[in-house]
């Protein structure tokens, strides 16, 4: 994407009919590390993968935990994803202390794409640069939804976004009319095929770079992390899906490509 004279504020119309700076802040999530969700009737999860800045700093979460039946994996501008994060807290929080009752997961989904929608109407805002998957569970049972810079939200019976997802994406294409029936154990092991698809490079999935999220029907929402998550590992390696860049390599080809263009912007 190349600048030109329609990109100089947000609030700008291209002939086209193209707002360009939210076009721009949605490329930022492509370019933030992978993640993954998916849910059944009884449960929802959430994958993502971590990335360091060096070899001498630790990885930068990726999961982040709203309520407890609530949280948010995130692709883009990891402070921009803080900042959201403290609202939506706040935003639980309020409604728990006014109505006694936990926060539906669909409509704190829909305050949330307002709030990115505003961003996109005013001169003096920038549009946050960070793609968001909530998961809950609420009295309805579990959701999934997708956010996205512009303010659309989509629910979803399985997403993945970030780089390289559309490796994927195409797995739970494959799969998504059986997870309905699905057990919390086999959710959180399709979560692990799809993310070691994500993988770059030669690099492989590990208890280090990755993490998972569940939240279920009577289940507060918990994330598996190090020596928690390894045994799922375990599993994967003995399965063999573990081979790090497994995804189609012709479907990655572009998104990659255009990756070595334009770097990793910020902390993604």
């Known amino acids: 994407m190349f600048r030109n004279q329609y ?7 291209s002939p086209e009919g193209r ?4 076009e721009y802040a949605m490329e930022s999530v492509k370019q933030g590390s992978a993640c ?7 449960h929802a999860v959430l994958g993502a993968l971590k990335r360091s800045v060096s070899e001498l700093s630790s990885h930068q979460k990726k999961i982040l935990k709203i309520d407890d039946h609530i949280g948010i994996g995130i692709a883009g501008l990891t402070a921009d994803a803080r900042s959201l994060a403290k609202y939506m807290r706040n935003e639980c929080l309020n409604h728990k202390y006014v109505y006694g ?5 669909g409509k704190l989904a829909v305050d949330l794409a307002d709030k990115h929608q505003r961003t996109t109407q005013t001169y003096v805002r920038r549009p946050y640069g960070v793609g968001l998957l909530v998961a809950g569970c609420d009295s309805n049972g579990p959701h999934l939804y997708q956010t996205c810079p512009s303010g659309n939200v989509y629910e979803y019976y399985a997403s993945a976004i ?14 998504y009319k059986d997870l309905d029936g699905m057990s919390k154990d086999d959710l ?8 070691s698809g994500c993988v770059s490079g030669d690099d492989e999935l590990t ?17 598996l992390e190090g020596d928690e998550l390894q045994p799922y590992l375990d599993r994967l390696e003995l399965e063999g899906g573990n081979n ?10 572009e998104e990659e490509s255009s990756e070595d263009e334009v770097g990793e912007p910020m902390d993604m």
């Open 188 to 195: 959180i092991m399709n979560a692990l095929r799809a993310l």
């Open 36 to 42: 993954i969700g998916l849910r059944s009737s009884t």
């Open 7 to 13: 990109d100089t504020d947000v609030t700008v119309w």
């Open 244 to 253: 790090g860049g497994g995804g189609n390599d012709e479907e990655e080809e």
């Open 162 to 175: 970030g780089a390289r997802s559309q490796s994927g994406r195409t797995f739970l294409e494959k799969i």
């Open 101 to 105: 009752t936990p926060l539906k997961t």
């Open 207 to 223: 208890k280090d770079n990755g993490s998972i999220a569940i939240v279920g029907i009577g289940e507060e929402f918990i994330l």
């Open 19 to 22: 707002l360009l700076q939210v």
